[in-house]
């Protein structure tokens, strides 16, 4: 299932993608109780994915089209930030170490880098990616599969990870080089607001296997920038989310970014840098396509 959260006639409502694709259902029209995507995942009840497809295959009334809605993020508002994992895919990880001066053996890594984004809010598909003149000129993005954690999550062994996962979405992990550069670390440089947009929807969990492989694409104004696929982790996702649960519990709605792949040009870091009017297509296979466009935005503009 395709579970989204979407505006219509400027209400916004959760929901789920008719069999077909072409029609949404509001968990309301659906006879559900949550609101929004957070309220599913705060919800305790262990069959509520049964419940949504069940009532999904029952219903005998007419969906609103797709194309009358706006999606919005899934998860829009974000409680303690994106978890993340650097250098997750080893070509990645070489491409950045070369661009150092350093050697590529230099990349590999025993252990996940984790590091947080702490933006307060997500962007959705077709909202603009800042660009802040003075500032954060400097932009970088990066494809990656992102989990959210659908209950709280525990001391939880790698072969019960799946039934702590909701589903997986499309993440676009944004940066600016020169302030990771300059701050010699992630957090500043990945945590501007609007440096993570999330979309369109998110497929639950029931459509794959324990641990699924995705085709992973990006381009920018068409032209790929990356490519790759999800069992060339380093780490893969039962990993990622069984370590990150020992003794530290993931609440319901954690949004976790999973690595992303090397940039075919990687040499080239100009050319890599993006501007006003570019447009940053994400796509992975089994799930959909992000699209967002980078806009130039001042200092006094909020961008939440």
Request: aromatic content about 8%.
């Amino acid at each position: 299932m395709k579970i989204l959260y979407y505006e219509i006639n400027s209400l916004h409502q959760a929901g789920v993608l008719s069999i077909d694709g072409e029609s949404v259902y509001s968990f309301k029209q659906l006879g559900l109780p949550w609101n929004t995507i957070q309220e599913l995942c705060d919800d305790k009840d262990t069959n509520k994915l049964k419940k949504i497809k069940n009532r999904l295959k029952e219903i005998s009334k007419e969906g609103t089209s797709l194309r009358d809605v706006k999606i919005l993020s899934p998860i829009p508002v974000v409680r303690r930030g994106i978890i993340c994992i650097g250098f997750n895919f080893q070509k990645h990880a070489q491409e950045v170490a070369v661009l150092r001066g350093e050697s590529k053996d230099s990349a590999n890594i025993s252990y996940p880098i984790y590091f947080s984004k702490r933006n307060a809010t997500t962007t959705g598909p077709g909202d603009a990616i800042p660009y802040v003149k003075g500032y954060a000129e400097n932009l970088d993005v990066g494809i990656e599969v992102a989990v959210i954690v659908g209950q709280d999550a525990l001391n939880v062994p790698k072969e019960k990870v799946k039934e702590y996962i909701l589903g997986y979405t499309i993440a676009n992990d944004v940066c600016d080089t020169r302030i990771n550069k300059v701050y010699t670390q992630p957090f500043l440089g990945k945590s501007i607001d609007g440096y993570i947009p999330i979309g369109p929807w998110i497929v639950t969990t029931d459509e794959f296997e324990e641990n699924p492989l995705f085709d992973l694409k990006l381009t920018v104004n068409g032209e790929i920038r990356q490519k790759g696929n999800t069992r060339d982790l380093v780490f893969d996702i039962p990993y990622i989310v069984s370590e990150l649960s020992t003794n530290m519990t993931l609440k319901a709605g954690t949004i976790i970014a999973t690595g992303s792949p090397a940039n075919i040009d990687a040499g080239n870091l100009e050319k890599l840098l993006l501007l006003p009017g570019d447009i940053i297509t994400c796509e992975i296979s089994q799930i959909g396509t992000l699209t967002n466009v980078v806009k130039e935005k001042n200092d006094a503009e909020v961008w939440l």
